[in-house]
């Protein structure tokens, strides 16, 4: 454990109870919303997390994996995570690591986009990695931090460059731009994807934040008993939906977007700074 992390106070882990909104603008509207919900866990703190209901690295009803994240090979998930950060030269977030994920419900999740929030040692947030999966499974990981690592706030717009394929109804070209909203009950995170020609998806999830126990985890898993699976039924009914739209069609294996790409540079666009760096993928 880090000597230098925050005390451990307040619960090791949260539940996240909340709604999924996608909404794609052209050429065709095409717009959902599901309730999820998340669990959020204190990476060093993930030995106390174990129990009758919920487990780590072993079958329970709720459940979380290690090796589902970052180098997926069952390690310590704080430690590679600190290693990443020291690489990318944020050292501001000294602090605790929230991984915020799907988690697997009855031994099964899929995740297309797990959060780790990576803050300070007086609890502001100094660095997001956003780790997307697709359903071919392929993986990519964003790490974003605000310019010179200053804490990210709600203001703050997180831009980096698309270079993973993720539906077939979609070109790799463009960018992403994250904004984080947290309160100590609620947390919310937004994805707005530009590709050449503008604005085409609007994401949205998030939701209020209790603490992780027996009683709210069996609640959210009574009123969601499917969640996963339900998940990966749900990209491919709305992938259906798409089709039957005839929005554009690209394929598993798309063509390499154009080259007027949207700008990555945040500054060209008139928006706060933040920086991207590269981490390791499929």
Known sequence: MNPARTADVGPAAWLLTGQVMH???RPRHHRFTYPVFYVR???DRLASLDSG????DRWRPLGLHKRDHGPRDGSDLATWMRAQLSAAGIEEADGKIWLQAFPRVFGYAFNPVSF???DDRDGHLRALLAEVRNTFGDRHSYLLSAAGNAPITAETQLKCRKVLHVSPFCRVEGSYAFRVRQTPNSAFVSIDYEDADGLLIRTALG???KPLTRSSALAALIRQPLLTF???ARIHWQALRLAIKKAPFYGKNPAPGRTADASTDPAAAGQPSAAARPISSD
Not at 53 to 56: K, N, P, R, T, Y
Request: hydrophobic share 55%; with cysteine; proline share 0%.
């Open 116 to 118: 780790w929030f990576c």
């Open 41 to 43: 866990c204190d990476l």
């Open 23 to 25: 909404e794609r603008l």
């Open 207 to 209: 939701g209020r934040l």
């Open 230 to 232: 339900g998940v990966v």
């Open 53 to 56: 209901w919920f487990g780590i």
